[in-house]
């Protein structure tokens, strides 16, 4: 019994986690259908910038409990700063272009921006702690269930990630904002007719998507250890999670969250050595049943 | 066709010159270039390649200076300066081969030192072999190289990770005789595996009533190990083993740390050693750590450890871990059998007056030794490094072996402390020649001599 509230526990914030990273991903490409392979660029992007402003923040002595908004500071600057220039400066050139294309080109950018991130922070892992040690993660203190010792700081994940998912799905259903972008992503050339301007939903939505990678990579920043190269491996398990789930649909990340968190909580408690293989077993499985993915809607047929 | 006669007919000029000019053989080679390939970018450049780039260059200074402590002494490699030329290891294996190719076929290198992963080790040992090009592995830690394959151009001058193992679990066997239930936390590649099957093989022979209760394989670079440490946690394990290295160590004990997992077991970090500056607080008191051997804290106090400590302090202004150990102990290597060559081929010219082509003979023993001729003096070689003798006795003369030792952290003023300091013999932890690791511990590990 304690084992399964392990498994669900676990599960929960890995999925959280997982969402948080994986649901700028999946809008950007409901939206744009550009798969963007730099997210996890940007995802790197924020987490470099949390180190960078939370430590900042604790070496003037400010109070810890601040560097929180260090975090989000260090999300939305990425968001603002790197999402209009990506959108602007080189993404609006290549609207209209191939699928292909566009993972290729976003990929180039994925490599330039990895590079960037070497020249400005260098190669030495960074940690988010302030000189006596300060750390969001262990600044919350512990909550205990059945014998095991958990963060607070997973609570505040999974509460960043549910309040992500209801933020989105209110916008996109309840808004006059969300109801032009779903006719945006069902058919462009119409929205433009109808006059919309779909150059600048696309600018929004890029913006947006580039500040959820950047809130995953901050709020993972002080967990780990800040690396360059961490963004390849976010960009595999976030394309898997939003392929389970079906591209471009949100409840299907947040499907596709939770049943692979789920998934990887029961096989390291019960069949550790299943770990690396149960995602890829679970992409399988419903890639056979489901070969667009859990949540894909049909295709609309054009002309 | 034109052009290419105008190069021959110069190259002919220049080595007739060259030969005419009646010197040692230092005028005719101006320097000796060593490719050197280590991770200057990813996860593993932090703790390992960069230490190891930055010891390199050092050393190389050093040497180029003649500052060495003796027996080496003379400049360079046998008075010939030594010219650097550094390659990123990062990208993987396939990556690694085409670097290595241009290295020895566009760069042309006399040796290339360096690789610190095992799988780059594994892919680069048949292309050197096929080019025909002296190699010297320095940090890659797996046993297989030698043990599945035989080179003749390859050299490794570290002990493989086998002795890791062994020597782990003989010292957490002193100190904690008790220990019943054991579980493990490494990465799913080549080295976590390898590591962990030879701790595990090891502890199952040497106290058979050991229960293995979990072994968990996170993915290399996995990031998040929440679901991990509860699986620990409540396992409840006296000792866990790690061979996690770089950034996953860093994420794995900072995430571990707050949950309490190592208040009621005890840590092996097998490669530990180069993280004890980088985590203060996190690294918890009673953990037992090693350095791949006697490395870094390890190390017995000689002229070599000071003067390695003193040029790469003056660099770096940290003291030197083990892969900048490492990376002295391949440097020294080349040197040693280097110079080697160069006394041997010397020793055994014809003395003078007694043959007939005494100049051209004089001039033949004093030239810079080939490599057929390094490779004779570099196998089953037994030299001086910081971290002690190195005798390079398995692999048929080309594997390294040396001693090693474990201890156990303490926090003193903020700063992690080893103490508890125990050496183990190269012969207690290491398989004779012509024995595979996994069949020499499940055969009971007697000693190699």
Known sequence: MSHLIAVLIDGTIYASWLFV????????????????????????????????FCN???????????????LGLAAIAVGLVAGPVIERGLLRFMYGKDEVVLVLVTYALFLILEDVIKLVWGVDPLFVQGPNGESPYALLGNFEISGL????????LIGVAVATGAALTWVLTRTKAGKLLIAVIHDREMSAALGIDVGRTYFVTFTVGAMLAAVGGALTAPTVSVVTGMGAEVIVVAFAVVVIGGLGSLPGAALGAFIVGMVRAASIHFAPELELFSVYLVMAVVLIVRPKGLFSGAEVRKI | ??????????????????????????????????????????????????????????????????????????????????????????????????????LVQRQEVDVVIGYIGSGDCLAVAPVAEELKKLTVLVDCGTPRIFEDASYRYVFRTRPHATMDAVAAVLYLLDNRPAVKRVSGINQNYAYGQDSWNDFEATIKTLKPGVEIISSQMPKFG?????????????????????????????????????????????????????????????????????????????????????????????????????????????????????????????????????????????????????????????????????????????????QAVMGTAYGTTRTENGVVKVGNIKYYDAERVTPPEGMTSLDWIKSGMKRSK
Not at chain 2, 303 to 319: M, N, Q, S
């Open chain 1, 21 to 52: 990273i994986a649901v700028g991903l999946t809008l950007i490409y409901g939206v744009m259908k550009i798969l963007n392979i730099a997210h996890g660029s940007l995802y790197a992007l924020g987490a470099f910038t949390a180190v960078t």
């Open chain 1, 56 to 70: 900042a923040w604790f070496a003037h002595g400010y109070p810890a409990l601040g560097s929180f908004a260090m």
């Open chain 1, 149 to 156: 010792n958990y963060p607070n700081y997973s609570l505040l």
């Open chain 2, 1 to 102: 066709m034109k052009i290419t006669t105008v190069v021959r007919g110069a190259v002919a000029c220049a080595t007739a010159l060259a030969l005419a000019m009646p010197a040692f053989a230092q005028d005719k080679k101006t320097s000796i270039k060593v490719g050197f390939v280590t991770f200057l970018s990813g996860p593993a450049a932090g703790p390992f390649g960069v230490p190891a780039k930055m010891a390199a260059e050092a050393i190389v200074e050093s040497l180029n200076a003649g500052k060495a402590p003796a027996p080496y002494q003379s400049k360079g490699f046998g008075g010939i300066p030594i010219e650097l030329v550094i390659i990123d290891e990062a990208g993987g294996a396939t990556k690694q081969v085409s670097e290595y190719r241009t």
């Open chain 2, 222 to 398: 996995a990031g998040q190990y929440g679901a991990e440490i509860s699986a620990l946690i409540s396992s409840a394990p006296d000792v866990i083993h790690s061979s996690l290295w770089g950034g996953d160590l860093e994420a794995f004990m900072l995430q571990a740390q707050p949950r309490d997992l190592f208040k009621n077991s005890q840590l092996v970090l097998v490669a530990g050693e180069p993280y004890l500056h980088r985590l203060p607080g996190k690294i918890p008191d009673g953990t037992i750590v090693g350095a791949r051997g006697t490395n870094g804290v390890f190390a017995p106090d000689s002229a070599h450890k000071r003067w390695l400590t003193e040029i790469y302090k003056a660099k770096v202004g940290i003291d030197p871990n083990y892969p900048a150990y490492s990376t002295a102990e391949a440097f020294l290597g080349v040197k040693a059998a280097f110079e080697k060559a160069m006394r041997q081929k010397i020793g055994a010219a014809t003395p003078m007056g007694a043959a007939k082509n005494v100049k051209e003979e004089m001039e033949k023993a004093y030239a810079p030794p080939n490599q057929d001729e390094i490779i004779a003096a570099f196998e089953k070689l037994s030299f001086e490094s910081p971290s002690g003798r190195v005798n390079m006795s398995l692999g048929k003369g080309h």
